[in-house]
């Protein structure tokens, strides 16, 4: 209910905003919610596991995270194959603790990928960053200051 007071918020703070539309209860997982995010709200893009909103949003001029859980061999080629017709400004890769998978990930897709999911520890964060993650995604407060 108060998402267009946060997102004022965060654009005061010279932020860049994403929503990532699939947890947010009350939106409608379609073009009229993806447009009231982007001129009513105001956010910059989405974050989504949903191809069809990930490509509406991107019509709209919305930038776009492309998110892939990973657990098996098939998500990870469907995944890769989407993002290749896609192109998603980034793909966020789940769980983000294997950097074997990201180190792959970066040799068969060339945008920027975000590590995110089970990452805890700050350990995690630099494998995960020496694999070839730009970014890193995670509720662990205690790593938001680390870089």
């Known amino acids: 209910m ?15 905003v ?3 539309v699939d947890l947010v209860k009350g939106l409608s997982l379609d073009r009229c919610s ?22 509406i949003a991107r019509k709209l001029g919305m930038r776009i995270i492309q998110r892939v859980f990973l657990v098996d061999s098939g998500a990870l080629e469907s995944g890769l ?5 896609l192109e998603p400004d980034f793909l966020e890769i789940l769980p983000g603790i ?3 998978f990201i180190k792959e990930i970066t040799k068969r897709y060339f945008g920027d990928i975000i590590a995110g999911g089970l990452i805890r520890k700050k350990e995690q964060v630099f494998a995960a960053l020496e694999s070839g993650a730009k970014a890193i995604s995670t509720s662990c407060k205690d790593l938001w200051k680390i870089i």
């Open 2 to 16: 108060n998402i267009e007071e946060i997102v004022y918020k965060l654009k005061n703070g010279k932020k860049e």
């Open 81 to 85: 194959a989407q993002a290749e017709d």
């Open 34 to 55: 993806l447009e009231f995010l982007r001129e009513i709200v105001g956010v910059d893009g989405i974050i989504s596991t949903h191809i069809h909103l990930l490509k």
């Open 18 to 20: 994403f929503v990532h």
């Open 98 to 100: 294997v950097p074997e």
